[in-house]
Nanobody, 125 residues
Framework: QVQLVESGGGVVQPGGPLRLSCAHS????????LLWLRQAPGKGREGVSC????????VYAASLKGRFAISRDVARDTVTMDMNYLKPEDPAVYYC??????????????????WGQGTQVTVSL
């Protein structure tokens, strides 16, 4: 049974950093792609970043590249995303998701197969 549990959300000041983690179980990291997506109030889900479980290659939303970094820890079955220089437009619920075909398609959140419950990120003074 695939399980994804996000953690690390919270309140951060503008310009500050935050690290999100996704602990996963029930599958081999090598077989899937893991993604981070987010959903702000009143908006649809937006792909943020993705890592290919087999080769570690990464994909980022163009608007976020350079501020966010996704990485994996195969031994700990964890994928993390370091977010830097957080902006007022970054607050959202951030979700971890899995794609069984190792597809990193940030433009279509619906192609992903499993989702975590999400973790809230708030940017505030």
């Amino acid at each position: 049974q695939v399980q994804l549990v996000e953690s690390g959300g919270g309140v951060v000041q503008p310009g500050g950093p935050l690290r999100l983690s996704c602990a996963h179980s029930g599958f081999s990291m090598n077989d899937y792609a893991l993604l981070w997506l987010r959903q702000a109030p009143g908006k649809g889900r937006e792909g943020v970043s993705c890592i290919n479980g087999r080769d570690g290659s990464t994909v980022y939303a163009a608007s976020l590249k350079g501020r966010f970094a996704i990485s994996r820890d195969v031994a700990r079955d964890t994928v993390t995303m370091d977010m830097n220089y957080l902006k007022p437009e970054d607050p959202a619920v951030y979700y971890c998701a899995v794609n069984e075909f190792r597809l990193c398609v940030l433009s279509d959140p619906q192609v992903n197969d499993y989702w975590g419950q999400g973790t809230q990120v708030t940017v505030s003074l």
